[in-house]
C-alpha cells in the first residue's frame, strides 16, 4: 500500500508504514442476509489470520453491516462507529488513561466489528451513541459479540483478545495483542 491508498486514516510518524499493510477483500454477510464484498486493511502479519476469521463467519453466516477502510471516514474513528462500519487500521491513539499511546488499530493488528451492536462503554459513556440500544449484553441478538457466539469463537480460533472482558468494555474490539 502507499500513504495515498490510505488517505486521512494514515500520516507521518505512525508506528507502521504503509509498505506492512494490506488491503484484503473479503465476502460477508449482511443484516440483509445477503453476500457482500468488503475491504479492509491490516497489518501484513495477521493477513492470513483476518481471513481465517472471516471466513469462519461468513460460513456460520455472521452479519456484518459495513466493511470499509476507515480513511473513508476521513480516519475518523467516531464517523466509522456511527456508520456501524467493521474496520482494522487506523493511525489513531488508544483510548486508555495514562500518556498517549498508539492503538493496536494503529499497527493494523485490531479489528472493531459491528460498532453499533457491540459498542465501548467507558465510564458509562456509550460510543457510538446509537450502541446504547445494544448495552444489555444478556440480550444477544444479530451481530453481537458475546462468549461463545460464532464472533468471538472465529477470534479466538486464532488466538486474538475481545475487548469485552475489558472494565471499560470495547464489546467491539478483538486484537491479535490483547490490547
Known amino acids: 500500500m502507499t500513504a495515498e491508498d490510505l ?39 495477521v493477513v492470513s489470520q483476518v481471513v481465517t476469521i472471516f471466513k469462519a463467519l461468513y460460513d456460520a453466516r455472521f452479519p456484518i453491516r459495513s466493511m470499509r477502510p476507515t480513511s473513508e471516514y ?29 492503538s493496536v488499530h494503529a499497527y493494523g493488528k485490531a479489528i472493531d466489528i459491528n460498532t453499533v451492536e457491540n459498542p465501548y462503554v467507558e465510564g458509562g459513556t456509550v460510543q457510538p451513541d446509537a450502541g446504547a440500544a445494544y448495552t444489555d449484553r444478556g440480550n444477544v441478538r444479530a451481530g453481537m459479540a458475546a462468549p461463545g457466539s460464532a464472533v468471538n469463537v472465529a477470534f479466538a480460533s486464532v488466538g486474538w ?3 469485552g472482558r475489558w472494565s471499560d468494555p470495547d464489546y467491539q474490539h478483538f486484537s491479535a495483542t490483547g490490547g
Do not use: I, K
Not at 508506528?15 to 479492509?40: C, I, K, N, Q
Not at 480516519?75 to 487506523?90: I, R, V
Open 74 to 102: 476521513g480516519g475518523s474513528d467516531p464517523a466509522s462507529m456511527d456508520a456501524d462500519n467493521t474496520s482494522s487500521f487506523n493511525c489513531r491513539a488508544a483510548v486508555a488513561p495514562g500518556p498517549p499511546q498508539w
Open 161 to 163: 483478545f475481545w475487548g
Open 7 to 45: 488517505g486521512a486514516s494514515y500520516r507521518a510518524g505512525c508506528p507502521v508504514g504503509p509498505e506492512s499493510l494490506r488491503a484484503v477483500t473479503m465476502s460477508y454477510w449482511g443484516f440483509d442476509d445477503a453476500p457482500h464484498t468488503g475491504l479492509m486493511v491490516v497489518h501484513v502479519d
